[in-house]
């Protein structure tokens, strides 16, 4: 039976060309949504749109660098025209420059910030104005990192960025409550994705070792956490992070410097 929880909703989700993002796009659409996904290469987010249009989702690919706030608020506005309203925010683009402290460059300090905290921080206030607008609720979904909550040699500026989102979660809490609108977030562990094993090829296996559950994360993992949090079932959640990360935070030393995810 073909689930309908998002049935008649529309939601943005960034950086979903591939990986995480491109798997909530994807289940978002499986469950009725319609979708505009965004991704920094336009043929990514095209090819993208189309593989889950031809599983029978209504999805939109749409090219643009969300370190550009006009870019941001123009997805607001494209989803609106073309989908009639907007219900659902998922800020997943990001960028990860890993540099020694010592060495980190200021142009490369202020494009992590513009894509991590900038992107993030303006799509949710475009979506928020219009769900206000709206008057009809609605769902804005921050992806974080471990790297936010455990120290990683070279992550300084990538973690900053990163537990910022957990903050702004927070804060949102007091401002967009009253609208119906919750706002979480979510930081992913280690994960398989195009990116990561393009990196590291052996990248599952010495996670795996690393990881108390035995294994990294899928996108599939992180999916199922965000669809909770843009759920009906989620109303009473809001200002909150949830690790996924197969317990690592928690218990786990790190791998190898030479093996650390350093694309998410």
């Not at 370190?67 to 608020?73: A, I, K, M, P």
């Not at 804005?140 to 300084?156: D, K």
């Not at 795996?208 to 949090?229: H, M, V």
Request: aromatic share 6%.
């Amino acid at each position: 039976m073909k689930d309908h929880t998002f049935k008649d909703q529309v939601a943005i989700v960034t950086g979903a060309g591939e990986g995480i993002g491109h798997e909530i796009a994807r289940r978002l659409a499986m469950q009725g949504a319609a979708v505009l996904l965004n991704d920094i290469k336009p043929e990514l987010a095209t090819k993208a749109a189309q593989e889950i249009g031809t599983e029978g989702g209504t999805c939109l690919g749409v090219g643009g660098d969300v370190g550009d706030v006009q870019v941001v608020r123009d997805l607001v506005s494209r989803a609106v025209a073309e989908f009639g309203r907007l219900n659902i925010a998922v800020a997943n683009a990001g960028l990860s420059l890993w540099d020694d402290f010592f060495d980190f460059k200021a142009e490369d300090f202020q494009r992590v910030l513009a894509v991590n905290l900038g992107g993030s921080f303006f799509l949710a206030q475009a979506a928020a104005r219009r769900m206000r607008q709206q008057k009809t609720g609605g769902r804005l979904l921050f992806l974080s990192s471990v790297a936010g909550n455990q120290a990683i040699a070279t992550s300084s500026v990538y973690a900053m960025t990163k537990k910022g989102l957990e903050m702004l979660a927070r804060s949102l809490v007091s401002e967009v409550s009253s609208h119906g609108i919750t706002v979480n977030a979510i930081a992913p562990g280690a994960t398989v994705t195009p990116r990561t094993v393009t990196a590291v090829p052996d990248y599952e296996p010495i996670w795996s070792q690393a990881t108390p559950t035995g294994r990294p994360a899928y996108p599939g993992d992180i999916a199922n956490a965000a669809l909770f949090f843009l759920s009906p079932q989620a109303d009473q959640i809001t200002g909150q992070t949830l690790i996924v990360d197969g317990g690592w935070s928690a218990t786990s030393p790190e791998p190898q410097s030479q093996f650390v995810d350093k694309t998410k």
